[in-house]
């Protein structure tokens, strides 16, 4: 239920009706907005006497939310969410775009330094890379690990690049204190304890898109590490699998002004593994660009043939430094069509 209070209402008298709320055992989440303040109401609201609420002076409306996602609902925070990222508070969202840039997995210092420095000088503001790695086959790289956190920490302090890497074990949580964003792969994005764990947590979440999850299964995900109190998610669309093989897997664009349409958490787009082609990477970026996604995550190798995971889809620096300078083009584009 959303409750939309008059405008210029009193601050106690909100808190007045948030308090009875609660007291019923329900949720709240405010959103205060430059007119009005709304209250959103989450748990059993059937019980709520409805008329009684919208007959109150201070409201001007209720109504029920009938999707099952609530704190990410956009009828809950009609504004688009920023999130803060690292010690320099980077905002992402609400047209504060980013691009995430670096490898696959982390190799070795030297690597992850070249490409932190190399991706940074091409318009990079965060840097990604693996230290733990959902590898299809056991055989393959399992990621550097706690090594691999400790070389992009070193990374950060060299370029000052906020840090991005994914975790697949709550267990791990304590090796990402210093870690700016914890991404949740896309074989994860249902580890429900995973993400109840990363909900008591206040650093922001990068949750991926599972290979055959709906956007209504990836809002539901987010709404799991909302429901435990953090809300800094930023969703991402990293193509789903279908029938088609010449790409990795497709990379649904319609995906990103549907979500934008859903939620106030912003959406940035994964080129990279959505096509699992080098060459591919820059005529999607572009477009997700141009579709209104808040960011992209690319990945960038100094030496792709040798890469350790996923070189077929790294860009090689001078590649990025291209795509980069494409998006910039795209962006000044889009800012001339609303100016
Ligand atoms: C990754 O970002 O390296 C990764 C494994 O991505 P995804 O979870 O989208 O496959
Ligand atoms: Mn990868």
Same mark, same amino acid.
């Given at each position: 239920m959303v409750i939309i209070v008059k405008p210029n209402t009193k601050e106690e008298r909100i808190q007045d009706l948030i308090h009875w709320i609660e007291a019923q055992n329900l949720r709240t989440h405010v959103s205060s907005g430059d007119y009005s303040t709304i209250i959103g109401v989450i748990g059993d609201?059937?019980?709520? *006497?409805e008329d009684l609420i919208s007959g109150l =002076?201070?409201? #001007?409306g209720v109504k029920r939310v009938s #999707?099952? %996602?609530?704190?990410?609902n956009r009828k809950f925070h009609p504004q688009d969410s920023v999130i803060e990222v690292g010690e320099q508070k980077l905002k992402v969202g609400h047209g504060n775009f980013h691009i995430i840039a670096g490898p696959c997995s982390v190799e070795s210092e030297e690597q992850i330094i070249s490409v932190a420095k190399s991706v940074k000088a091409a318009g990079a503001t965060m840097l990604r890379g693996g230290a733990f790695k959902p590898r299809t086959?056991?055989? *393959?790289f399992q990621g550097l690990k706690a090594d691999g956190i400790e070389l992009l920490l070193e990374a950060k302090r060299e370029t000052g690049l906020p840090i991005v890497t994914e975790i697949?074990?709550?267990? !791990?949580?304590?090796? %990402?204190? !210093?870690? =700016?964003v914890i991404q949740v792969g896309a074989r994860n994005m249902q580890n429900f304890e995973l993400l109840k764990e990363l909900g008591r947590t206040d650093k922001p979440i990068l949750l991926k898109r599972g290979l055959a999850n709906t956007i209504k299964e990836l809002l539901m995900s987010a709404e799991y590490i909302m429901a435990?109190?953090? #809300?800094r998610v930023i969703l991402c669309e990293r193509g789903v699998r279908t029938f #088609?093989?010449?790409?990795r897997n497709t990379l649904d664009l319609s995906a990103v002004p549907v979500l934008h349409e859903l939620t106030h958490l912003p959406v940035i787009v994964d080129p990279s593994h959505a096509t699992g082609v080098a060459r591919y990477v820059k005529p999607m970026a572009l477009a997700a660009t141009a579709c209104g996604a808040d960011g992209l995550i690319i990945e960038v190798h100094n030496d792709p043939p040798h890469a350790l995971c996923d070189g077929a889809q790294s860009l090689r620096p001078e590649q990025f430094e291209d795509v980069a300078r494409g998006v910039r083009a795209i962006r000044s584009t889009l800012a001339g069509l609303e100016g």
């Open positions: 609201t059937s019980k709520l *006497d =002076d201070i409201v #001007e #999707e099952p %996602f609530k704190s990410v086959s056991p055989y *393959d697949m074990n709550a267990n !791990h949580l304590p090796l %990402f204190e !210093h870690v =700016d435990g109190g953090n #809300e #088609e093989t010449a790409t």
